[in-house]
Each structure stands twice: as structure tokens, then as C-alpha cells.
């Protein structure tokens, strides 16, 4: 396989991964193709090597760079802008791992404090479903504060040293 066959099969199957990670297909091939880039890409670069539009890649780059894993590059003496991935993946995993904290876990956990506090009539059905949706509560905060615990510990010297140790 060629260096851009294999390329395109990289960008293609990323953006593929990427709505059954919770992101549009074209924003993880934009974040596929900065990726493996030695250097900063420009939009037009973008647009035409994933056959997009202005809008699309402007929309998917802005996404990007909310998650912060995407950052904006000037060079000197061109107007266009440039984009960059981030491409240390410790950082990476932990930049993903607080964005989808904050847009999909924190919103479901308040759902389900809400709903397992609901006053009861104490009938078989209502206990029921306030056991549950208490128990799943408590399941998810402690899965949140766990991946709150790891993305703490791999920013912490101490924590980094560890765990480049135990690779």
C-alpha cells in the first residue's frame, strides 16, 4: 500500500470510528488528517483533500478546536489560516476524556439525580424505579470521578512518571 492510499484509508476509517464515539464523521476526519500531518494544514488543504465545503470545514474545525485538540497556526507572510492536532495522545485521551465528561456524563448525572428524587407514593413500581435510577446514579458519579481521578493524575508529574514507568 502507498503512502497515499494508506493515508486515505487512515482518515476514512477514523471518521468512520468517530460517530460511534459521539462526533460527526467529517469532524474525525478533519481531526484524522491533522493528525498524521507533519505540518499545519490549511482549510482549502482540508476542503480538498476530504471533498468538503467552506462551511463544513470551518463548523468541524471550530468543534475541534472548543474540544482544544485542535489549534489555529499562523505562518508568517500568509493570510490563510493554518490548523495543527494535537499529537501527544496522553494529552489527547485526556482533552477527549473531560469534553465528553462535561457534554454527555455531567448532564446525565443531573438527569439522574432529578429523577431518583422524585417524591414517592411508596407504591411497589415507584420504589422500584427510585432504587434503580439511585443505584445507576451512583454507579455513573463513580465512574466519572474515576476518569476525573485519571486525567488528574496523568497532568501530575509524579502520575506521568508512573505511569511511563509501568509502560
Known amino acids: 500500500m502507498e503512502f497515499k492510499e494508506a493515508k486515505n484509508k487512515f482518515v476514512q476509517t477514523w471518521g468512520a470510528l468517530g460517530s460511534q464515539w459521539g462526533i460527526n464523521k467529517t469532524m474525525a476526519q478533519i481531526h484524522a488528517l491533522l493528525m498524521v500531518s507533519s505540518v499545519p494544514v490549511s482549510m482549502e488543504d482540508i476542503m480538498d483533500e476530504l471533498q468538503i465545503s467552506r462551511g463544513n470545514a ?20 500568509e493570510r490563510r489560516e ?14 477527549i476524556s473531560r469534553e465528553r465528561s462535561k457534554r454527555e456524563i ?51 508529574w509524579l502520575g506521568r512518571l508512573v505511569l511511563k514507568i509501568m509502560k
Open 82 to 95: 493554518f490548523f495543527t492536532a494535537e499529537k501527544n495522545l496522553d494529552e489527547l485521551a485526556v482533552k
Open 106 to 156: 455531567k448532564p446525565a448525572l443531573k438527569v439522574l439525580k432529578e429523577v431518583s428524587s422524585i417524591t414517592s407514593d411508596n407504591t411497589k413500581e415507584e420504589k422500584h424505579f427510585i432504587d434503580q435510577t439511585t443505584k445507576l446514579y451512583d454507579f455513573v458519579l463513580k465512574a466519572d470521578n474515576m476518569l476525573d481521578k485519571i486525567t488528574e493524575f496523568n497532568e501530575n
Open 58 to 77: 470551518s463548523m468541524n474545525l471550530r468543534a475541534l478546536m472548543d474540544w482544544g485538540i485542535v489549534y489555529k497556526e499562523y505562518k508568517a507572510g
